[in-house]
């Protein structure tokens, strides 16, 4: 299915699939030439809510990968992020080589480290752990990789990442050397959110971090979506799709799934379908 072309589409009279598929790509087009950032804020500004599907290359392999984006395609999903707090394997460049050879969904790094920035993604959260009080991960990495990350082309996204206790420790709270922000201190995530944002991250990520026992509260979620402007993500132990719903009800712009995905990749679509029904417009 992957391998079909619009050409191809049309030669078997698959009209309506083939008009679906010449859409998406039109759109997806244009979204790319203005930029992944400028589709989020416009999306933000139209009420639409973004679903991305974060994977994680130590936990793919050509096949399930080529199922997974299959389901991606299908299911409308908008953005995939790539990476993890610990990646091991050396699959990073050839599964983003094999995502953009797929389909035209836009593929963002999500990095744990200054290794994982490829120069076949779209665009790069750059994240700085403003929830933490770690230097070298609120402005010491970046200082070392910044010629890099400057000559690899990409898109780069300011991003303000505030990880949030998820009720147990995850990889990135360990490897972070941080203290998470409190599940309960919806005011200092608040005004963390507002510094950030104030300071010039054109993002805000709220993560529970990968596989948290407890997602973050639509609490936390109201408060800080309401005190500020730039797109809001939240991630981290989101396992259903009613949890993805009042999520973004409570005002996050979008929602990133990992885990739940990879034990069931059949998950995507009723997200996706979440998502994207929780928003003004629809798709
Ligand atoms: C983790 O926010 C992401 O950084 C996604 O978390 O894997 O728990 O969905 P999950």
Known sequence: MLKDSFR?????????????????????????????????????????????????????NDQNLEHLIALAVNAKVDYFLVGGSLV?????????????????????????????VSRFADALLYLSLISGRNPELLIGQHVVSAPNV??????????????????????????????????????????????????????????AGSGAMRPISESMIEKVAQSIEVPLIIGGGITDPEKVYLNCKAGADVIVVGNA?????????????????????VL
Request: a positive charge; aromatic letters at 6%; charged letters at 20%.
């Open 8 to 60: 191809d589409l049309y030669l078997n009279k698959n009209f309506s699939k083939a008009k679906n598929f010449y859409i998406c790509r039109v759109t997806n087009k244009e979204l790319m030439l203005k930029g992944i950032y400028h589709s989020l804020t416009e999306r933000k500004r139209l009420g639409k809510k973004s679903f991305a599907v974060l994977i994680d290359p130590d936990k793919v």
């Open 88 to 116: 091991i394997s050396n699959y990073l460049d050839e599964c983003l080589q094999l995502i953009k050879k797929s389909c035209s969904i836009p593929t963002v790094l999500f990095p744990g480290s200054t290794a994982q």
């Open 150 to 207: 400057k000559k690899s082309g990409l898109e780069i996204m300011s991003t303000g990442y505030m990880v949030v206790d998820g009720g147990a420790p995850t990889t990135v709270s360990y490897i972070s050397n941080a203290s998470p922000l409190p599940a309960d201190k919806n005011e200092i995530a608040m005004c963390t959110a507002m510094a950030g944002e104030m300071l010039g991250m054109k993002l805000i990520y709220m993560d």
């Open 261 to 281: 995905i990879e034990k069931d990749a059949s998950l995507i679509k009723e997200m996706a379908a979440a998502v994207h029904s929780a928003g003004v417009g």
